[in-house]
Nanobody, 122 residues
Framework: VQLQASGGGLVQAGGSLRLSCAASGRTVDYNNMGWFRQAPGKEREFVAGISWNYDSPYYADSGKGRFTISRDIAKNTMYLQMNRLKPEDTAVYYC????????????????WGQGTLVTVSS
């Protein structure tokens, strides 16, 4: 399985970005995808996840009401729409894939994308 994340960039506080994660390879064995982020000097943390088959999104508190996760089965692609961005959202964002539906556990994600940098200026 290969994951390719894209869409990061520099944006002012209050702005929006849309991240994409294209999956390829043998993804049929996996049921769930997620977004994580890692800020400088901090541990990687869960941001949002979605069940691939049931389209059931779930979020960390940090993104509720501002972030929307979605997926396009035909394109094998997951998205993260981020609105009303804050400087504290600055991080490298990673997409990942898991066999476990609804998991937030970083250790249950088997494959990871290369990360895309989001910088929010104040």
């Amino acid at each position: 399985v290969q994951l390719q994340a894209s869409g990061g960039g520099l944006v002012q506080a209050g702005g929006s970005l849309r991240l994409s994660c294209a999956a390829s390879g043998r993804t049929v064995d996996y049921n769930n995808m997620g977004w994580f982020r890692q800020a400088p000097g901090k541990e990687r943390e869960f941001v949002a996840g979605i069940s691939w088959n049931y389209d059931s999104p779930y979020y960390a508190d940090s993104g509720k009401g501002r972030f929307t996760i979605s997926r396009d089965i035909a394109k094998n692609t997951m998205y993260l729409q981020m609105n009303r961005l804050k400087p504290e959202d600055t991080a490298v964002y990673y997409c990942a894939i898991s066999r476990y539906v609804g998991t937030r556990d970083i250790n249950k994600y088997d494959y990871w994308g290369q990360g895309t940098l989001v910088t929010v200026s104040s």
